[in-house]
T-cell receptor
């Protein structure tokens, strides 16, 4: 079965650069979530989209933005990167609804040097 | 803010032992999901519990949702080295099509052969 696809798997950027992370949800899933996981921490919710509209916002810095496109894939754009942005970034997708299950991609490991 | 506390935070046991991981909150959740995460990989969904008091079994893993839907437990019988990983509970609140998952603080399990 198709899973959530994230690209790239690994990314190294310098401080103050920009980065774009991509997420391709499971086919027919209309909802995408982005999470950030620092070393030894649990995933922290950043932002979510439903039917291409932002639906919920968490602890996403103003330097970050995201969108969901007509084919339901999503991109997380990160500007003015800081050392503290180094983390694993996960995308998850689900059907809409209260008790639907979210499935995660393998993540993008971003290292800012 | 909805918070999920997991205990214990770390657990190191011998192969064949039993263990229980707890996930507690003061908030009520519409559903609760358990994930297992390997280092550098995305969380993998194990189970979703929806009904208060519900018990689900997945081979040697038994999951229970509290009657009040505020807490959950994961019991592993006869643990094996392959069970090693980070176990995360995640609750989904009420209201809205895309209510985000709130992750617990995680339990890092190491099963020694």
């Amino acid at each position: 079965a198709a899973g959530v696809i994230q690209s790239p798997r690994h990314l190294i950027k310098e401080k103050r650069e920009t980065a774009t992370l991509k997420c391709y949800p499971i086919p027919r899933h209309d909802t995408v979530y982005w999470y950030q996981q620092g070393p030894g921490q649990d995933p922290q919710f950043l932002i979510s989209f439903y039917e291409k509209m932002q639906s919920d916002k968490g602890s996403i810095p103003d330097r970050f933005s995201a969108q969901q496109f007509s084919d339901y894939h999503s991109e997380l754009n990160m500007s003015s990167l800081e050392l503290g942005d180094s983390a694993l970034y996960f995308c998850a997708s689900s059907h809409s609804g209260e008790n639907t299950e979210a499935f995660f991609g393998q993540g993008t490991r971003l290292t800012v040097v | 803010t909805q918070l999920l506390e997991q205990s214990p935070q770390f657990l190191s046991i011998q192969e064949g032992e039993n263990l229980t991981v707890y996930c507690n909150s003061s908030s009520v959740f519409s559903s609760l999901q358990w994930y297992r995460q390997e280092p550098g990989e995305g969380p993998v969904l194990l189970v979703t519990v929806v009904t208060g008091g519900e018990v689900k079994k997945l081979k040697r893993l038994t999951f229970q949702f509290g009657d009040a839907r505020k807490d959950s437990s994961l019991h592993i019988t006869a643990a094996q080295p392959g069970d090693t990983g980070l176990y995360l509970c995640a609750g989904k609140g009420y209201g809205g099509a895309t209510n985000k998952l709130i992750f617990g603080t995680g339990t890092l399990l190491a099963v020694q052969p």
